[in-house]
């Protein structure tokens, strides 16, 4: 298998981010993105001027953050030829980019933060849609904005990385729940704008910016086929078609790489010498090994069965093996942060 790296939820000048979309490309090439989605909020616009291409080595997808008439239920919708309209229920929206073929993640789903006026939170409240393909379980833009106070924004704004600590507990309970019935692919999203702020009241700061961003919640693929570097439109739309499958089939696993590179990290099953990845559903069977390969050995590997921790270990790998059916997936901290988190292995459900 193929691992490929890329950064989720950026946006653009195309909405209400500061960079244009080529230099938000070569940055991330810069950087060494093999992949970034572009999310503007209800436009395609990027699309249809036909940036969704390769820069240097990163793919450029556009995607589209969708929302309703009163700005919640923000939704990721990838692999959509059209915006769909604002002026809609999510429920609504969420089964057309699902009818139309494409893929959606819930964005931000238990934002909460309330620091800066201007940017209030947008949480997911229509919870009876069964139409998604995931959610969104660590977003940076977030998570920074609801650990802000009026003591630590000077640390804030100077050391935007550091600041980043865990997905939120709710979010990630939800996730559990909803993968006893069904696969919720988790990914992991920068919500990108390179918002300019002015933070002493004489001068702006850029406080999100691009190439920062980058390096922080990365979601990583697992994919059979490789990505290919030839720019043509053949070639491009092969690559779009290998990233989005892996996101859809939960192929994936999301990082910070603040804490380190995460690339090399598995989680599979291992029945009779087969191989089963993160997003697949198994029959329980009695032998059933599940192995974790991590890339440090500081890695603090937690295995959790069902939202509960049942298994811990500090190394570079872990084996563990399966005796009772279940949700499996695996966290990996470092430093007493969360470095790394696998999309599931249902087991016997
Ligand atoms: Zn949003
Ligand atoms: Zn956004």
Redesign the pocket.
């Known amino acids: 298998m193929f691992e490929f790296v890329g950064a989720i939820?950026i946006?653009s000048n195309y909405s209400d981010g500061t960079g244009d979309v080529r230099t938000i490309a070569e940055i991330a090439s810069e950087v060494g993105l093999d992949f970034i989605i572009l999310?503007d909020?209800n436009t395609l616009r990027a699309k249809d001027e036909g940036f969704e291409r390769m820069y240097g080595n990163t793919m450029l997808l556009v995607g589209v953050?969708i929302n309703d008439k009163e700005n919640l239920n923000?939704y990721l919708a990838f692999n959509v030829e059209e915006a769909f309209s604002t002026r809609q229920l999510a429920v609504e929206y969420v089964k057309q980019v699902k009818n139309s073929g494409g893929i959606g993640f819930l964005?931000h789903p238990h934002e909460k933060r309330n620091s800066m006026p201007e940017h209030p939170p947008f949480p997911w409240t229509a919870w009876e849609s069964e139409d998604f393909t995931g959610i969104e379980i660590w977003n940076h833009?977030s998570e920074w904005m609801e650990t802000l106070t009026e003591e630590n924004k000077y640390n804030h704004f100077i050391h935007p990385l550091k600041t980043i600590k865990n997905p939120p507990q709710e979010t990630l309970e939800k996730w559990d729940e909803l993968n006893q019935k069904r696969l919720v692919v988790g990914i992991g999203g920068i919500?990108a704008h390179a918002h300019k702020v002015n933070l002493l009241g004489f001068f702006e700061v850029e406080v999100f910016p691009y190439k920062v961003l980058f390096k922080s919640i990365r979601t990583h693929i697992l994919t059979e086929k490789k990505l290919s570097k030839q720019n043509t439109t053949n070639s491009n739309e092969k690559n779009k078609q290998i990233i989005y499958n892996a996101l859809e089939k939960g192929r994936c696993f999301i990082a910070n790489s603040y804490y380190g590179d995460a690339k090399g990290f598995r989680f599979v099953a291992e029945v009779e010498g087969k191989i089963f990845n993160m997003g697949e559903t198994i029959p329980l069977s009695e032998k059933i090994l599940l192995k974790v390969e991590s890339s440090d050995e500081n890695s603090e590997i937690k295995l959790i069965r069902n939202g509960k921790l049942i298994f811990e270990e500090v190394g570079k790998e872990a084996k563990f093996l399966v005796n009772l059916s279940g949700v499996y997936r695996v966290e990996v901290y470092k430093e007493n942060s969360a470095w790394i988190f696998s999309n599931p292995i249902r087991i016997g459900i």
């Open positions: 939820h946006h999310t909020h953050e923000h964005a833009m919500d």
